[in-house]
């Protein structure tokens, strides 16, 4: 990473002090491999960690399998055993009456078979869940440690699919367990802030003022200069200040499309049998990084025309830096708008001043149309 240091200190320091963090943004602006970061930090310093990703799981039972599995892997026996069974492709039998199995469902419960039966977690997914959130706590306390669990994309509890249930009883469930769990701090990412706020913010909600917010700071422009010029002279690179300077700014500071940028330019650079990153490699660069999200793109355009009759005038017409709201109706472009950002494909940093979560994006949408209504 480049640029996030502090954050990473100031959110290991808060989680190991016992508070929980909630942290809201756009995708693919660093969130996770800051959180990633994060436990890699607590965990060298002897606490336990699990994360699970709810982009990733499905339903109830799956989130309690895989929140158990996180969970005792801390155990290094256990996490072998794990291992094991799961390069068979089956549940193996013998692997329940291993000594760190048995010894383990005795200090934690039988429901800890869940980890190792597929689908086990089904017949009562309730149960098991609640199982699941609990168990941090017993495991920390069973092994005198601290543990830190990492929710990631937590905003798809409060999906209108309701995939793990009614998301305000599951979050009253989740509040008097974790609030219960004395030696477990958590750690909530997600990558629709107005989701993430909602959870968190009104004073109706179960997990109300449950976690404080931290913003990540914008990576300044010296940070990424000073970073990417010493990731291209790792691999025996140097770059003119010129090409330096037009990577950052063709990425507009957000992390995962400078990174791409330079990725891609340092790419061209090797297939050229050149050391030196100068302005035509950049341009290459620029271009091989549209042509990755091409495809991304092409999607992400008519997720935009499902989402708003207006919303493909309105998004050309941001991405092109023209007015908005010129010869259309003022209520239909400002619901438009609203529908872009409740999606996470705009963002307003203050009144009117909208802007595109990924620059990419708005680069790709720039060059097209302009569209009908």
Not at 123 to 144: E, H, S, V
Not at 169 to 185: D, P, Y
Request: charged share 25%; glycine share 8%.
């Amino acid at each position: 990473m480049i640029g996030r240091e502090s954050d990473v200190r100031e959110i290991a320091a808060t989680l190991a002090g016992g508070s929980s963090v909630v942290l809201a943004g756009p995708r693919r602006t660093g969130k996770t491999s800051v959180c990633d970061a994060v436990l890699g930090r607590l965990g060298r310093r002897g606490f336990y960690t699990a994360a699970v990703d709810l982009f990733r799981i499905a339903t109830a039972p799956e989130l309690a399998e895989a929140l158990v599995a996180g969970t005792i892997a801390n155990r290094s026996a256990l996490r072998r055993v794990m291992h094991q069974t799961r390069r068979a492709g089956r549940f193996v039998a013998d692997a329940l009456q291993t000594s760190a199995v048995v010894r383990s469902k005795t200090q934690l419960g039988e429901e800890l078979e869940i980890a190792f039966r597929p689908g086990l977690a089904a017949r009562d997914p309730d149960g098991y869940l609640d199982y699941a959130l609990a168990l941090p706590a017993r495991i920390a306390a069973a092994d005198g440690k601290e543990m830190v669990v990492f929710f990631d994309e937590f905003q798809e509890i409060a999906s209108p699919q309701q995939p793990y249930g009614d998301a305000d009883r599951l979050t009253k469930r989740m509040r008097a367990i974790f609030q219960r769990s004395g030696a477990v701090s958590y750690l909530f990412a997600g990558s629709l802030e107005h989701l993430m706020r909602d959870l968190f913010t009104p004073a109706h909600r179960a997990l109300h003022q449950f976690g404080g917010f931290h913003d990540l700071r914008p990576i300044e422009r010296d940070a990424w200069e000073r970073g990417l010029a010493e990731r291209f002279a790792a691999d025996d690179c140097s770059i003119e200040t010129g090409a330096l300077s037009r990577i950052v700014d063709y990425g507009e500071l957000h992390p995962r499309t400078t990174m791409l940028i330079a990725q891609k330019s340092h790419l061209t650079t090797i297939e050229l049998g050149s050391t030196l990153v100068d302005l035509g490699v950049v341009e290459q660069g620029l271009l091989a990084a549209l042509a990755v999200d091409r495809a991304v793109h092409e999607q992400t355009v008519e997720r935009i025309r499902r989402l708003h009759k207006l919303g493909l005038v309105v998004a050309e017409r941001l991405a092109r830096g023209e007015p908005v709201y010129t010869r259309l109706p003022r209520g239909g472009v400002r619901r438009a708008l609203e529908a872009l950002r409740d999606a996470a494909i705009i963002e307003s940093r203050a009144r009117a001043d909208w802007r595109f979560s990924n620059p990419l994006l708005r680069r790709y949408l720039a060059t097209m149309g302009p569209f009908d209504l």
